[in-house]
């Protein structure tokens, strides 16, 4: 199977770099919308706001669900400080000592965007004696706008309130040496795999066994993203990242397959398959076990779907931080994924 990575590069870097908070997703489901309708691909959202993708198979009485979700971590404002700064609360598990220097984007109720930096509530080295050990928690993170205000009232005239939404530069960088190096890779990586692979498909005339819907949600990074699903879906694989550090094996390299996360043991049908089909193409994977990490195979099976579900994805360094992965991550991340849709009879 040969892979457009021109057009992986291309989609991957448009929707790393367009905002999509948690609840803010309007934006980039929309533009993943129009990729799926330039390939043809019969597409809805869902009343919540997750989009759903159809690719038809071979065998259309059996259907696998695939998802992603294409929310990320952000901000929100809480509160505006007398002095015209804002006082932020967290969307989704940030970790508050990366985020001080950041560049961010306050998105108002009015359709307005305002640039502004994240800094702790102590930013100046010559000034404040805890400067190096300010920031080290939510509460001590301000947004400093880059407009002239010097009062509360001033940042209310701009149309700015508690409730905005704010969303994180992702300093989205793709480099020579085939490092795709971003905040949010987790998870919007994934779809760009999961595209790729069907234009792939596609362009090659080839169909899976089974019906595929692709569930793109939105609210994964606050526990219920693909806690819905379309009726009459057999399985389930969550596309996500695959964690890297202490004890785990997987590298930035590998297509990562999860054994058991914070929601308990996957399917033990579905993870052996899947490590019989890294061996039998001969893809670089690692099995693992993440102990503080849930998935929408995890929403979807605590929402009570009778559904098998497994969990893989591409290996990530510094989740949930300056996030890295490498090409060759995502590309046994695809060959996987082909492999299952188009070998597995269920």
Known sequence: MKYDLDYF????????????PSGFTHLVINKIQQYAHDLELHCYQTKKGNL???????????????????DTLGLMVRSINADGTLKVVSIGGNQPMTLQGEYCLVHTRNQKTYTGTILSNAPAAHVYE????????????????????MTKEDVEQLGINHGDFISIDPKTTITDSSFIKSRHIDDKISV????TLFKAMLDSG??????????????????????????????????????????????EYDV??????????????????LIALSQKHKLKYAVDIYPYYGSDASAALSAGHDIKAALIGPGVHASHGVE?????????????LHAYLTEISI
Do not use: W
């Open 324 to 336: 890295r992965t490498h090409l060759k991550a995502c590309e046994n991340t695809m060959k996987l």
């Open 9 to 20: 590069h291309k989609l991957a870097t448009d929707i790393l770099t367009t905002p999509s």
């Open 206 to 251: 080839q169909k899976p066994l089974h019906s595929v819907k692709f569930v793109v949600s939105t609210y994964e990074e606050v526990g219920h993203g693909a806690a819905h699903l379309p009726d009459h879906i057999d399985r389930l694989i969550a596309v996500d990242m695959g964690c890297i550090g202490k004890d785990l094996a997987c590298t």
């Open 256 to 273: 990562s397959i999860c054994a058991k996360d914070s929601s308990g043991p996957y399917d033990y049908d579905m993870v052996s398959e």
């Open 130 to 149: 805890n400067n190096n050990k300010a920031g080290q928690k939510m509460e001590e993170l301000i947004i400093r706008l880059d407009e002239v205000v």
């Open 192 to 195: 760009a795999i999961i595209l």
């Open 52 to 70: 759903i993708i159809e690719f038809d198979g071979i065998h259309p009485e059996k259907t696998v669900a695939l998802s992603a979700h294409v």
